[in-house]
């Protein structure tokens, strides 16, 4: 982030009120873009850059119109500037989850309190249908086993294409307000507070409401049955769709999940893609 794009955040935290906005923090540059912190008398700010329009566009939807429905337990959106494409959002207080090392009881009210929180974004209202969202997320497969096809084995393209035909034959998902980044990294956990807030909508969108699970289900549950117990303990039990739904698209996070592990030379992504993609159960494909 370059020192006029800095000034640019500045001024947006000015436009709505807070003045000064003083940056109390280096930029952070990750996947989705560059955050900085600022400081406005008594009050923290984030400042935002976004990688693309796309991503700005659906964090912008979701702080307008899903997560007011939320409360306290997300940041406020105060000022959008869609040529930056950058926002100003209020900093809420904690950590990241995957940061702390809880001790085992309050990791298991924390995953609890997600997954209750889980619950309540699902229960915004939406309009959504699923033939549209399965047929994209299939059109989505093809894109990334085209792009990834010199990383996959005919074993992957099979796997990955006979889940995708499963998934279309879906047509009773839930379909709701998804964050499709439910994790740890974007939980923040207040040890004096006991509560939970969630960050980072980027790639937030209307979706099927059980893709929202896979990223817990496959990273952070595997060897956490307490965890998983505790989180479904607030979230509530899947019906038989969602339960299908989450096997099909843990098939299509691995493939995504190998796609951006070649794309960026990251071998952590690069094996737990492979990995989902290798352990999953094969059908004889129809």
Not at 129 to 136: A, G, K, L, N, Q
Not at 235 to 240: F, V
Request: glycine share 6%.
């Amino acid at each position: 982030m370059n020192d006029q794009n800095l000034e640019r955040l500045r001024a947006l935290a000015r436009s709505a009120g807070y003045d000064p906005a003083d940056i109390t923090s280096p930029p952070l540059t990750h996947a989705t873009g560059t955050v900085v912190r600022m400081r406005s008398t008594e009050t923290s700010l984030i400042g935002k850059i976004h990688r693309s329009r796309t991503l700005h566009q659906r964090e912008v939807s979701a702080y307008r119109d899903w997560t007011p429905h939320l409360a306290d337990a997300t940041p406020r959106l105060l000022a959008v500037d869609t040529d930056l494409p950058g926002i100003v959002i209020t900093a809420v207080p904690g950590r990241p989850l995957d940061e702390l090392g809880l001790p085992q009881e309050a990791e298991r009210a924390a995953f609890r309190q997600a997954g209750q929180f889980l619950r309540r974004l699902h229960q915004v209202p939406v309009t959504g249908h699923v033939p549209e969202i399965t047929s994209y997320l299939a059109e989505r497969a093809e894109h990334w086993i085209t792009r990834t096809a010199a990383h996959l084995t005919r074993h992957d393209t099979q796997l990955v294409r006979h889940h995708m035909r499963r998934l279309m034959k879906i047509t009773t998902a839930r379909v709701t307000a998804c964050h499709l980044d439910f994790q740890p990294r974007n939980l923040l956990w207040h040890p004096g507070e006991g509560l939970l807030r969630l960050i980072d909508f980027e790639h937030a969108r209307i979706d099927l409401a059980a893709r929202d699970l896979v990223r817990m289900n496959t990273r952070h549950f595997t060897h956490r049955p307490d965890l998983k117990a505790a989180f479904f303990a607030g979230y509530g039990p899947l019906n038989e769709s969602d339960a299908a739904v989450l096997a099909h698209c843990t098939v299509l996070d691995g493939l995504t999940t190998l796609a951006y592990g070649h794309r960026n030379a990251d071998p952590a992504f690069i094996h737990h893609g492979r990995a989902l993609l290798s352990t999953l159960h094969q059908p004889t494909p129809r």
